[in-house]
């Protein structure tokens, strides 16, 4: 008897997904696929929630600002969110106090911590930065607020009204009764024309520097350095 050849399906591509619990919208996916940019060590167990995963600083970007601090600053990180600032600046021989209104996302950042080894340079704190601000000093005040979501792209020219919880103003002046000494991430579509009237609420005006933060040629956000900050980035900046 003749025995049937049996055809041969043609071999599938195995269907790239994704399979990681943290995955917990479709919105997350993209942020997703970039996670090692946004923590080189994200497979070692870090942890972000779906807010975390799409306002976290990326990594190349929270060791540029790190690497302006001088060694041994306190830095005081107003919105630490799951910790992608605090992890940098404390990995640079800073001592952070971080400030997070949302204690779930402070666990995630404790995590985090853990993980890079940096637990013991860094003070968590769970609060409204705008209540603790007066009770505070510090060499440095950073900033990374809210940009209001992934729709803070639509717009043309994004303004600090824009910015949450509260005006970009008010957010500032709160930083200033802590140090003149602020770094302060903002969106790459900020009117930069408004970022420079930040520096004449002091009299007399703040320093101040700015530049675009890239990762992988692409145009993350922008920096404003004031104070001594500025004095601490490379004349062609
Ligand atoms: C853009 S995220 C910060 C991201 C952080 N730099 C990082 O790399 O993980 C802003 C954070 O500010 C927090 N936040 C909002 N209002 C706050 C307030 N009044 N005081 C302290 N934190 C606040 C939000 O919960 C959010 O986690």
Redesign the pocket.
């Known amino acids: 008897m003749k025995r049937r050849r049996k055809k041969r399906s043609k071999p599938q591509k195995p269907r790239k997904t994704l399979t990681s619990p943290a995955i917990v919208s479709p919105r997350i996916a993209k942020y997703y696929l970039q996670r090692h940019t946004l923590f080189s060590k994200y497979d070692a167990g870090v942890q972000l929630d779906e ?2 995963w799409f ?3 990326p990594e190349p970007i ?1 060791a540029r600002h790190a690497s302006l601090a001088a060694d041994n600053s306190l830095v005081i ?9 605090a992890i940098q600046f404390a990995s640079s021989r800073c001592h952070v106090i971080a ?4 204690a779930k ?1 402070v666990e995630l950042a404790v995590n985090n911590a853990n993980i890079y080894g940096v637990e013991d340079y860094i003070d968590f704190v769970i ?4 209540q603790l601000a007066p009770r505070l000093k510090g060499d440095i005040a950073f900033l ?4 209001g979501g992934p729709s803070y792209s639509k717009v043309l020219n994004f303004t600090l009204d824009m910015l ?2 509260k005006h970009g103003y008010s957010i500032f002046q709160a930083a200033q009764s802590i140090t003149p000494n602020i770094i302060m991430f903002l969106p790459r579509n900020m009117d930069l024309n408004e970022v420079e009237e930040l520096s004449w609420l002091s009299s007399p005006p703040l320093n101040l520097k700015m530049e675009e933060n890239q990762v992988k040629t692409r145009t993350k956000g922008i920096t404003a350095y004031f104070g001594d900050t500025a004095s601490a980035l490379p004349e062609d900046s």
């Open positions: 807010e975390g306002s976290v600083t929270a990180d107003c919105f630490s969110g799951v910790g992608g600032n400030i997070e209104i949302d996302r609060g409204d930065f705008f990374a607020p809210p940009w949450k919880p």
